[in-house]
């Protein structure tokens, strides 16, 4: 050691490399130096804000689904939140902070789902080169919260459905020209997910030309301004006859006065004034809130757009359509169906055992 604490260090990699074979280094020591050298300085580490930029570059909409993307960012914001200002913060303290913070009113599963994202994060932050480990590599999420019991969102009866279609078609009749169309509108939104039980965003994006009613059937399609969720949902879905009788009505209606001066749209469910799809609004005038309000003036409560697509699988049960076939119309797999979609519903389970007798 004290050696070469007083002889110079050679600059020359070369030289270097002699020198330390005189002092008895081997090859692989002599190697290992040289290539240190060579490297140069390692880079500075990544700030926070630069990190955030690069990790969000991956999630840009060419790469990956706008809600992964919204689902980063969230995270992000989560962690903000909590001060994080450095690469080097996502430790194990980090998800012990995230944990205890939450309302204890929280779905654990949610909880789970913010967990999973700051995993991501994470991962992205192991290949920066800003962070040495993953921390959900020494204790998975399944650990650190435990999921419990699915709480049973629910499903909107046959008897509240009468109800507020009964409340869309007085609203129909009762107003008059920007009013009477809103309200059009609304009901074969409405009327088009329960009688086929489409994903609000499926319907939402929808053009007239993915309609055929002669041939009974919708015909999703992915576009570049919308993917669908997934591969199998890009499937024909039928068109019974109420929902047939309902868009043939709403599209004779659809670019009637006094909208006549908007451009033309290609969306079934377009904007009041614009051509875009009816997905923006203020508070109050998009689709799940015009809804909600009318359920709320059917007497139905905690009514949602989800809750409307699960009452289409709920009731197709009843009505003898296998598991397998309900899957098929909803385009998800019998497991999600099964475990998500069809519930129990008292009225169907007493007409189904109406003639029952021994």
């Known amino acids: 050691m004290s050696v070469l604490q007083t002889d110079p260090i050679p600059a020359h990699l070369d030289a270097l490399d002699a020198w330390l074979a005189e002092r008895g280094f081997d090859g692989a020591a002599r190697a290992a130096v040289t290539t240190l050298l060579a490297a140069g300085p390692a880079p500075a ?95 998975p999420i399944r650990t650190w919260v435990r999921a419990g019991q699915l709480r049973d969102p629910g499903h909107i009866t046959k008897a509240e459905m009468r109800r507020i279609f009964e409340v869309l078609d007085a609203d129909v009749r009762e107003k008059k020209g920007r009013s009477e169309w809103c309200s059009r509108r609304l009901r074969c939104f409405v009327k088009l997910i329960g009688f086929s039980g489409l994903r609000k965003n499926e319907a939402l994006h929808l053009h007239v030309s993915d309609i055929d009613l002669a041939g009974g059937v919708i015909n999703l399609v992915s576009r570049a301004s919308y993917r669908l969720k997934a591969d199998s949902a890009a499937k024909p879905v039928p068109i019974v006859r109420p929902l047939a009788d309902e868009l043939r009505d709403w599209l004779s209606h659809r670019e009637a006065p006094p909208f006549s001066v908007r451009h033309a749209s290609p969306y079934v469910f377009p904007c009041v004034r614009t051509p875009t799809p009816w997905v923006f609004g203020s508070q109050g005038t998009r689709p799940l809130c015009r809804f909600q309000e009318v359920a709320r003036r059917a007497g139905v409560k905690g009514a949602t757009l989800q809750k409307l697509r699960r009452s289409v699988a709920t009731h197709l049960e009843a009505a003898g359509v296998g598991p397998a076939m309900i899957a098929r119309i909803l385009r998800h797999s019998p497991q999600v169906d099964a475990q998500f979609y069809r519930k129990f519903d008292i009225e169907n389970v007493q007409a189904a055992m109406a003639n029952f007798t021994y």
């Not at 995270?75 to 996502?90: G, K």
């Not at 980090?94 to 991501?120: E, F, M, N």
């Open 45 to 139: 580490p990544m700030s926070w804000e630069e990190f955030k930029r690069a990790c969000l570059e991956q999630y840009s909409p060419q790469l990956r689904a706008k809600a992964t993307r919204h689902a980063i960012e969230h995270a992000f914001r989560e962690l903000d939140a909590l001060n994080v200002r450095a690469v080097q913060d996502l430790d194990v303290r980090l998800i012990a902070r995230i944990v205890s913070t939450r309302d204890p009113d929280l779905s654990p599963r949610t909880v789970q789902g913010l967990l999973r994202q700051v995993s991501a994060i994470a991962s992205h932050a192991v290949a920066f080169g800003g962070l040495s480990v993953n921390p959900f590599k020494a204790r």
